[in-house]
């Protein structure tokens, strides 16, 4: 995968983009999740840019491998990586939530290239991505189908039923990624519905399961260039991640996961991640 | 052939699926001995998902955005009201080539209490952007509209009868997905049924024949889109429209003819929604004595059209029966 305007760009470089894009977004919007998007900017940029077989000029390409976002909510960042990747002009995240724009408070098929499935409500993205890794195997394809996950969507109970059924049918072209930030909704996973020991209760339902720092860009890829973990079994893909990871005030904080950043609190946000960029002597 | 609608359902998608392998039948773990040829014979073909209805509909989807034409198939509610949101979200939103098949519309399965009676299904189906709803009358029906769902684009809803259901067509009529079917011809009234009690609706324009009322009968085998022609033109042509349907009045058949009616400007002198009155079953008991007890039988359907028109009360027709 290869995109011109990238080329230059290292992997720190582009998600500290992807952050500062992200809290415009969601400033500008005056949206919630910018903490669950911000969780997950490593693992999307190592995705689309090492893993994921994707031709942005070509979005509906057959053979491409499907990526799902299953926790719709945190879009803001998604939106941001397909807009880099050139799947669309990087203009359109100014309308995020806007009236008139394609790009909705959660990801959203209808007129964005690159979206393979509109999501929102939580515990519906591995069931489809699940039926799409079964139709590849029928039809002999060899395309990969990647779903993230969050870690508060795995309390429905949909959630476990295609975790009992991939290993059934064997899909080892699946790979869910569990977005494992540890703070949901009203509270801290471990005092809302623990989820410990979450990567035995994979493991126990037949997944190979690894675990990885999930804002640790070469772990990320050395994991994800092994898949499958074993053949035969569908892969699972513990993130060990932060909540708002890259804003120092709002890392681990459940606060952000409604705030939106506004006034001070924005421009301390954009002070912050420019700041990385001078370190990285980029303007 | 076509005796039974179930049977009718799964020997046509049988048969077309050997000749197209983009069909799919994914069942919640129900169907033994209904689905058992399908499963063996055409295995890269079938999928049970288990006891796991929300999962069932969502692969389903996912298997249609892969270029599959999927059937998810269960009894009564199972296959519509527990993954209601995922046949809403991840079917209907992305408009994915999946029918959903229940056996055993309305109180098919009687005896085995309410949370078996399908009787706010097509209420809710219908409610759905892009979504079809079709509920043949016939084993015949049946037939046909699985036949047409594999050319149709997008989501479609086909609820079934389980087994008894007379066949009512003795040749072939000309099927089309939202194109009601002319059973009977008749001046005087309309009756527009849809779903597995069009038996009884033939069977009870012909009682009311013999008093002299001539209804025409309309197998109103898609509820959406309707056919509103057919609709507009029973209220022109007749006195009086009744819609008869095994499901709660709220928001079926009955609901949407007169949404149609009211909404065009055309008043039949009489009109009537036919069917549940919106409560559980407090009975126990086979379809055919559910129906029987709820006025949905032909007798029933006999009473209250006289009522209506205010020719007996329904106690003489009820003593008559």
């Not at chain 1, 290993?167 to 801290?188: F, T, W």
Request: aromatic letters at 8%; hydrophobic letters at 40%.
């Amino acid at each position: 995968m290869s995109v011109k305007s990238l080329e230059n760009l290292s992997l720190e470089e582009l998600a500290h983009k992807i952050r500062r894009h992200t809290i415009e977004m969601t400033h500008r919007a005056k949206a919630s999740h910018v903490g669950s998007s911000l969780s997950m900017v490593e693992l999307l940029v190592v995705l689309y840019t090492k893993i994921l077989r994707v031709d942005p000029t070509n979005p509906d390409w057959p053979e491409r491998d499907r990526f799902i976002l299953s926790k719709g909510h945190g879009c803001a960042s998604y939106y941001a990586v397909l807009a880099e990747m050139g799947f669309f002009p990087v203009e359109w995240l100014e309308t995020f939530y806007q009236n008139g724009s394609r790009l909705a408070g959660h990801a959203t098929h209808t007129y964005v290239p690159g979206v393979e499935i509109s999501t929102g409500s939580l515990g519906h993205g591995l069931s489809v991505a699940a039926g799409m890794a079964l139709a590849a195997k029928r039809d002999g394809k060899s395309y990969r189908v990647f779903c993230m996950l969050s870690d508060g969507e795995c309390d429905e109970g949909s959630v476990w039923e295609p975790i009992l059924f991939a290993p059934q049918h064997r899909l080892d072209n699946l790979i869910a990624i569990v977005d494992y930030n540890k703070i949901q909704s009203l509270g801290r996973v471990e005092e809302v519905i623990d989820l410990a020991p979450l990567a035995d209760k994979w493991r126990s339902f037949g997944w190979a399961v690894r675990e990885v720092d999930g804002h640790n860009f070469g772990e990320i890829e050395a994991v994800l260039s092994q898949l499958p973990f074993e053949p035969g079994k569908p892969s699972c893909v513990i993130a060990h991640t932060v909540k708002g990871k890259g804003v120092s005030f709002m890392e681990d904080k459940l606060l952000w996961h409604y705030r939106s950043p506004q006034g001070d609190e924005y421009e301390a946000a954009l002070a912050e991640l420019n700041g990385h960029d001078h370190e990285n002597r980029i303007h | 052939m076509d005796t039974i609608m179930r049977t009718a359902f799964i020997d046509t998608l049988f048969e077309l699926a050997k000749e197209d392998p983009r069909i799919v039948l994914v069942v919640g773990d129900l169907g033994f001995g209904v689905v058992t040829r399908f499963m063996e014979e055409l295995p890269d073909q079938f999928v049970n998902a288990g006891v796991a209805e929300q999962n069932m509909t969502g692969l389903a989807a996912g298997m249609a955005l892969s270029g599959k034409i999927v059937f998810t198939y269960s009894i009564a509610n199972f296959p519509v009201l527990r993954p209601l949101e995922q046949i809403r979200n991840d079917i209907c939103y992305h408009n994915a080539n999946v029918r959903i098949v229940p056996v055993g519309g309305g109180m098919a399965y009687g005896s085995l209490g309410p949370s078996h009676h399908a009787t706010e299904d097509i209420a809710v189906m219908r409610a759905l952007p892009n979504m079809v709803v079709i509920a043949p009358g016939d084993p015949v029906e049946a037939r046909l509209a699985t036949k047409a769902l594999i050319e149709h684009q997008g989501p479609a809803y086909l609820r079934l009868g389980r087994a008894g259901e007379p066949v009512v067509h003795s040749s072939t009529p000309d099927f089309e997905i939202g194109r009601a079917i002319t059973v009977r011809q008749g001046s005087d009234i309309t009756l527009i049924s849809t779903g597995g009690l069009l038996h009884e609706t033939v069977q009870a324009a012909e009682l009311l024949a013999e008093t002299g009322i001539q209804a025409r009968v309309v197998s109103m085998h898609t509820v959406k889109p309707l056919d509103t022609e057919a609709v507009l033109a029973a209220a022109r042509d007749t006195e009086g429209v009744f819609t008869v349907e095994e499901h709660s009045v709220i928001g079926g058949l009955g609901s949407a003819v007169a949404e149609t009616l009211l909404e065009a400007g055309v008043y039949p002198r009489y009109f009537k929604r036919i069917g549940l009155n919106g409560e559980f079953s407090s009975l126990v008991g086979t379809q055919e004595y559910l129906r029987a007890q709820y006025g949905l039988d032909a007798p029933g359907i006999v009473a209250t059209v006289k009522q209506i028109l205010g020719i007996e009360p329904v106690s003489i027709i009820r003593a008559r029966g």
